[in-house]
């Protein structure tokens, strides 16, 4: 009798999984994604199940067919060890073509007129404030791909003060060693401040005819801090402020101009009762908003806040903490575009600006 056995074989297939990725904390340092796994699961790897049956009689003819089709062991497509997607994009931190062509507009030394208008409280008498700045600018585009700005050598050119009505009792002159004033100081961009790493110091955009620029939130800080790291200018503190020290005793207070006081020395000239000098804690911040109103000149008006702590006194009049109230309206910048060679010494004996100031007559200005 011949026996007439069955066998039955399972398919075993392989299903490959590929992870590719790589941590870039910048835009400009991406990893490379040739990180693949691979990860092997096996199932049903020959699975023995044929059965023998016995039949209980003879049979009395022979099977006349056979299985048309054999059992095999190979998988019918072959694994690869490849991604089945690529990745589309990589992150870029070069500017797009039409943000180049804008950008051009804008790159190379700029000098700057600003002046701000405040309203102080000065001996304990409110009085009208008008500072004029002038600075030299250098535009440029930045490692992650963004319209920035520095300050030529970290300075300002020139700082100038005219504060209070002539003939009031607030009416005095604003004195200070003007060289310490214009390079001793901490300065933040806005990318600089701890949760705003993706902030840009300049935005430009194109609005139709329009080309419209802003100098995002940016810090000024004087008599606090030893080391610029020391300070986050934008801390808020417990009553929601934004500050920067805890009050006179704070220990980020020290001598930043090297005159044997504390903090940061500013005199004033007024009265007897109003003359003196304060030593005192500053932190100014401040945003330009405007337009390209020329190829070589950008105009607009300022958002400020000034923040002094007077830490102590030449004149116990002076020891007060000084309030300030900042006008926008009254607040103004003009940028003209200059020779990329241009120092401070040739902006101020060659003036550039026709800026119109709106703070006539609201101070009487300097001796």
Known sequence: MKKFMISVAAICATIFFVSCGGDSKTPEKVDDPDTATDTDTDTNDNPDTATDTEPTTEPTTEPTTEPTTEPTDEPTTEPTDEPTTEPTTEPTTEPTEDQTELYEKFIGRWAAEIILHSDSVAAGMDAPSITTRY????????????????????????????????????????????????????????????????TPYVE????????????????????????????????????????????????????????????????????????GDMYYVQKLWHIFEGKLVADDKIEGNVEWHDDQLVVGASNPTLKSDKKTTTSK??????????????????????????????????AYGRD
Not at 223 to 238: F, I, R, S
Not at 254 to 263: E, I, L, P, R
Not at 267 to 273: H, P
């Open 329 to 362: 309206e009254k607040s103004i910048f003009q940028f003209r575009k200059v020779a990329d060679d241009m120092d401070c010494d040739t902006l101020l004996n060659r003036p550039t600006f026709d800026l119109v100031d709106p703070n006539a007559g609201d």
């Open 135 to 198: 600075i030299l600018v250098d535009f440029y585009v930045n490692d992650k791909g963004q319209l920035d700005m520095n300050k030529v050598d970290n300075k300002l050119c020139s700082t100038e003060n005219r504060t209070g009505k002539k003939g009031a009792l607030s009416a005095g002159n604003v004195l200070f060693n003007e060289s310490k004033f214009n390079t001793i100081f901490w300065h933040w961009k806005p990318y600089e401040i701890p949760g705003r790493e993706n």
């Open 204 to 275: 430009v955009a194109q609005n139709g005819n329009e080309i419209s620029f802003k100098l995002n939130k940016d810090y000024e800080l004087r008599g606090a801090c030893k080391q610029k790291e020391d300070c986050n200018p934008a801390a808020v503190d417990n009553n929601g402020d934004e500050w920067f020290v805890s009050g006179k005793d704070d220990q980020n207070i020290f001598d930043h101009d090297g005159d044997g006081k504390d903090a940061f020395t500013l005199g004033f000239k007024g009265s007897i009762a109003s003359t």
